[in-house]
């Protein structure tokens, strides 16, 4: 087979370069079906099958809209935050978060295989207090032999991996859970997210 270079970017790079361009119309470059289930779940009322047109012009309104949210969004981000762990291999540290009562969930290239991660370390509630002391860490370590999951860097780079007990308890009954959700329109491109995270293996920041 012969290959061609146009000098032409591919599809994929066109739209990275035009959501690096203007990242506040962004979401003008994700196809219609993510665009159409955004809009109807931030409450649009739209006929069936409506013109991408009609969407756009329901989003425009939609993110013009004031952006203020209910005070309980900051409990239920502290919760949130209790399920992210710092993840400490043999080579390497990482962050990863239970997405169930036992699975923990992280990038391939942090735990890429299960004999490393038979031999790591997890912590999770490694952060700060007002003083700068880290009390609240709980420690406990993988058990890949129950479940590993795992897809390569250049594909979904992810992997899942099942967690020890913790007293005796499911790990996400003690530090709970964020359940992944795969309906479609959840995000857009150029929108802002709270990562939270162990930077570099520090305590937790967001």
């Known amino acids: ?25 962004a979401w003008r470059t994700e196809p219609y079906e993510r665009k159409l289930q ?22 425009e309104r939609i993110f013009t809209d004031p952006d203020f949210l209910h005070s309980r969004w900051l409990v239920d981000g502290a919760k949130r935050c209790d399920a992210v762990a710092r ?9 990863g978060f239970l997405a169930s009562l036992w699975l923990l969930v992280t990038n391939n290239h942090v735990l890429p295989d299960a004999a490393t991660a038979a031999d790591t370390e997890v912590t999770f509630r490694f952060e700060e207090d007002a003083r700068g ?54 995000i857009l491109s150029g929108h802002p997210v709270n990562i939270v995270q162990h930077p570099g293996g520090r305590s937790r920041e967001i």
């Open 1 to 25: 087979m012969t290959i061609v270079d146009t000098g032409r970017p591919r599809p994929d790079e066109e739209r990275l370069i035009a959501v690096r361009a203007d990242p506040a119309q």
């Open 87 to 95: 993840i400490v291999t043999p080579v390497e540290m990482g962050t």
């Open 133 to 186: 002391r880290t009390t609240r860490a709980v420690k406990v370590r993988l058990d890949p032999g129950r479940c590993f999951l795992t897809s390569p860097v250049d594909e979904l780079d992810y992997t899942a991996v099942a967690v020890d007990a913790v007293k005796g308890k499911p790990p996400g009954t003690v530090f709970g859970s964020i359940p992944m959700v795969g309906a479609t329109g959840k």
């Open 38 to 59: 955004y809009a109807l779940r931030h409450g649009a009322t739209l006929p069936p099958r409506a013109s991408e047109a009609k969407v756009d012009t329901a989003l």
